[in-house]
């Protein structure tokens, strides 16, 4: 992508126009396939989105520092198209330890702008719960959003732990979380929870089983099931004959 020098609207103007211009009309059909509701996708495929992005913060950072590129950032998560918010978060992810409260406050408001689990995936796994887990006391935040009516803030609550659960980070926050959720009737926030769980029973079983085990009997299987992946067979399947 060729970026102008120029205002933060121009640049995530042409990136769009780049997005639009470098897709695949085919593969934007098969893209749908994995998605219950109807998306809007140009067709990339993830390396090659990656790719051109990090071309392009090499060359906004270059010429106009962090802020201007966060502010393309946010222009382009603002767009519907799923290749725009995925391009915002590339254009910033791994520079967490760069970004402070501002910038988390930020990103929390991009939460009301997602379509999908994809984008919301890749904003909440990529660039929230590394902040959260730099930060512990930013994952306060997080129950909050497990009370929302909204699916996706629910589902944040949960894959916003994920980074801290991989360093057995968060296990008192993550019992808390999971009993509030236990009842939610969403599949997008039952696989959120599932995953969470799974993450801290692969890191951390020795701490984790035993809180499967108390709440086999009122999970949903869907949450036991994915929580159980990585744990031995014998171990999973106690868990699940409840």
């Known amino acids: 992508m060729t970026l102008p ?25 098969g893209v749908q396939w994995f998605f219950k ?3 809007k996708s140009h067709g990339w495929y993830t ?13 906004v950072r270059k010429e106009h520092g962090l802020d201007f590129l966060i502010e393309v950032a946010d222009r382009l998560f603002s767009g519907s198209v799923l290749e725009e918010k995925i391009v915002a978060v ?10 402070g409260d501002t910038e988390f406050k930020l990103f929390e408001t991009w939460l009301d702008r997602i379509s999908s689990w994809a984008d919301h995936d890749a904003l909440v796994h990529d660039l929230i719960a590394p902040m959260i887990a730099s930060k512990p006391a930013r994952a306060k935040t997080i129950f909050r959003w497990a009370k929302s009516a909204n699916r996706w803030h629910r589902r944040a609550a949960c894959v916003a732990l ?4 991989r360093a057995k980070m968060f296990l008192p926050e993550i019992k808390k979380l999971s ?10 926030v039952q696989k959120g929870l599932g995953w969470l769980l799974r993450e801290t029973a692969k890191f951390d079983a020795k701490h984790t089983v035993p809180y499967l085990l108390k709440i086999r009997g009122r999970a ?4 036991l099931r994915t929580a159980c992946e990585t744990l031995p ?8 004959a409840a």
């Open 5 to 29: 020098k120029t205002t933060p609207a121009a640049v995530a103007a042409q990136i769009r126009r780049a997005l639009k211009e470098g897709g695949s009309a085919e593969h934007a059909a």
């Open 37 to 39: 509701d109807e998306i």
């Open 47 to 59: 390396a090659d989105l990656r790719r051109a992005a990090i071309r392009s913060r090499r060359e």
């Open 90 to 99: 590339f254009l910033l992810e791994k520079l967490d330890g760069e970004f």
């Open 162 to 165: 994920i980074r801290g659960s």
């Open 179 to 188: 009993d509030s959720l236990l009842e939610d009737e969403d599949d997008m």
């Open 220 to 223: 949903p299987r869907l949450v």
């Open 233 to 240: 067979a014998t171990t999973r399947k106690t868990i699940l």
